[in-house]
């Protein structure tokens, strides 16, 4: 029997301390315009933080338990704990052990995938594919959760996308279609615009570097256009073609959400109408590494995916890597509160 990796359950959280661009406005006096340019130009409106006691793991973890609940599974009958994200609780070890041992997921393998925002997509076709090549394995989980903020220099106006959040997925192996195709792309010469740059093997945290700010996330130098503008409509392409599908069989198409112009740009590039994607940065802020499974889990709260639905996702990170994966959807995953 074929062991095609079905997505049967989702769940997204989002903490509850909102922090609104009035509140950065404020924040950001000696730069009065540059909240109301930032807003124009991505769409976003606001964002929301978890306790500062809290760390990734922390916010997780409702997510995780929130899907398997959908899913109607238990802790315990988690066989593989895939956590995506760029905001780890620890350089090592991987958030997704932590995640694990307070999940209570105790019969369960696990292993952390860093490829920034591109990390979901990745994580998604990761687990068809352990699915389809492990007997033994049942449920899988994975959850893309991002915290970029509490790595963020308070006076540093990247902080306006920075949202905190997490998307979740359960995933089980089925004989009816499901995990269709995968693509990825990268491009390492943009590896130094982005990132933490201190604290790892190229430079250990030091006194100096922390004084200096380095081992806080930093824009270096801004990314072109280009990379998603081009390079999206490319990566979604190369999923249709390793899938054999139309562009236009696409019923759902899921892009990292950090400008809502961008998206729009993108999907009229594809000759696709807009009601076939989704967005939720205007009110969730760039949450990172979990915006995917979080615009997903609402656009099925909102009704918009049903049993046989084309579903492409399109993650893009810093480095830069891109990821995408396409699913067609078999289980009804409605019915949230």
């Keep these: 029997m074929d062991r095609i990796g079905q997505i049967v359950a989702t769940a997204r959280y989002l903490p509850e301390i909102e922090i609104s661009n009035d509140d950065l406005r404020a924040r950001f006096t000696d730069s009065p315009d540059f909240v109301d340019k930032m807003e124009e130009s991505t769409g976003i409106r606001r964002r929301w933080y978890a306790p500062e006691d809290w760390a990734t793991s922390d916010l997780a973890l409702p997510a995780a338990a929130k899907a398997l609940e959908r899913a109607g599974r238990s802790a315990e009958d988690v066989d593989l704990v895939i956590v995506g994200t760029d905001s780890p609780d620890y350089i090592t070890p991987a958030t997704s052990v932590v995640l694990q041992h307070k999940l209570g997921a105790v019969n369960a393998g696990t292993f952390d995938i860093g490829c920034a925002c591109a990390s979901f997509p990745t994580g998604l076709a990761t687990a068809a594919g352990w699915l389809a090549t492990n007997r033994s394995l049942r449920t899988v989980l994975v959850v ?28 089980e192996a089925g004989d009816q279609p499901g995990f269709v195709a995968a693509a990825t792309q990268a491009d390492g010469s943009y590896h130094r615009h982005w990132g933490i740059y201190s604290g790892g093997t190229y430079e250990p945290a030091t006194a100096a570097s922390v004084e200096e700010g380095r081992t806080r996330v930093r824009l270096i130098e801004r990314y072109p256009p280009e990379v998603n503008h081009e390079g999206w409509p490319r990566l979604v392409r190369r999923l249709a073609q390793n899938g054999d599908f139309g562009l236009d069989e696409i019923s759902l198409l899921i892009f990292t959400q950090v400008r809502k112009p961008s998206i729009e740009l993108v999907m009229e590039e594809l000759g696709l109408p807009l009601e076939r994607t989704h967005t939720i940065m205007e009110e969730c802020g760039y949450t990172g590494s979990a915006c995917l499974g979080m615009a997903f889990d609402d656009a099925v709260a909102q009704g918009e995916v049903s049993p046989g639905d084309l579903v492409v996702f399109v993650g893009s990170g810093v480095g830069y890597n891109q990821a995408g994966c396409a699913f067609r959807i078999q289980h009804d995953l409605g019915g949230h509160e």
Excluded: C, R, S
């Excluded at 970029?148 to 996308?161: E, I, N, R, S, Y």
């Design 144 to 171: 893309g959760v991002y915290m970029m903020h509490k790595l963020a220099a308070p006076d540093d106006p990247m902080v306006f996308f920075y949202g905190d959040g997490a998307g979740a997925a359960v995933l």
